[in-house]
Nanobody, 126 residues
Framework: VQLQASGGGLVQAGGYLRLSCTASGHTFSSGTVGWFRQVPGKEREFVAAINPWSAGPFYSDSVKGRFTISRDNAKNTVYLEVNSLKPEDTAVYYC????????????????????WGQGTLVTVSS
C-alpha cells in the first residue's frame, strides 16, 4: 500500500496550490484520510481530514476558510486545495489514511492513522 502526495511547490503569499494524495494497492473509499504538516523541529500538525462518503470535513483553526479537502473515490485520490497561502503555511505536507472511519473527536490525532505518504514540500514566500 502506498500513498503518494504531490502538488507542493514554491508560491508567493496569497497564492494557491492543489495537493493530491493518491493511494495505490489499496482503496480508502471507506476510510478516513487526513492531511498533516510539519516544520523541522516542530511536531506534526493536523491540517484537515475527510471521512468516508465525504462526511465532515474537518479543519484546524489555522487553515479553516482557506483550505478545502475533497475526495474522488473513483480515482482513489484526496485533494487539499490551499488558498490565500501565508509564509507560516510553509511545511512538508503529509497525507495519511486509515481503513475505516475515525471518530470525529480523533481525526486530528496522527496516531489514529495507519498509512502515511512521503510528504510534499510547500514553500510560501513573503
Amino acid at each position: 500500500v502506498q500513498l503518494q502526495a504531490s502538488g507542493g511547490g514554491l508560491v508567493q503569499a496569497g497564492g494557491y496550490l492543489r495537493l493530491s494524495c493518491t493511494a495505490s494497492g489499496h482503496t480508502f473509499s471507506s476510510g478516513t484520510v487526513g492531511w498533516f504538516r510539519q516544520v523541522p523541529g516542530k511536531e506534526r500538525e493536523f491540517v484537515a481530514a475527510i471521512n468516508p462518503w465525504s462526511a465532515g470535513p474537518f479543519y484546524s483553526d489555522s487553515v479553516k476558510g482557506r483550505f478545502t479537502i475533497s475526495r474522488d473515490n473513483a480515482k482513489n485520490t484526496v485533494y487539499l486545495e490551499v488558498n490565500s497561502l501565508k509564509p507560516e503555511d510553509t511545511a512538508v505536507y503529509y497525507c495519511a489514511a486509515k481503513d475505516g472511519r475515525i471518530i470525529t473527536s480523533a481525526v486530528n490525532r496522527a496516531e489514529m492513522y495507519y498509512y502515511w505518504g512521503q510528504g510534499t514540500l510547500v514553500t510560501v514566500s513573503s
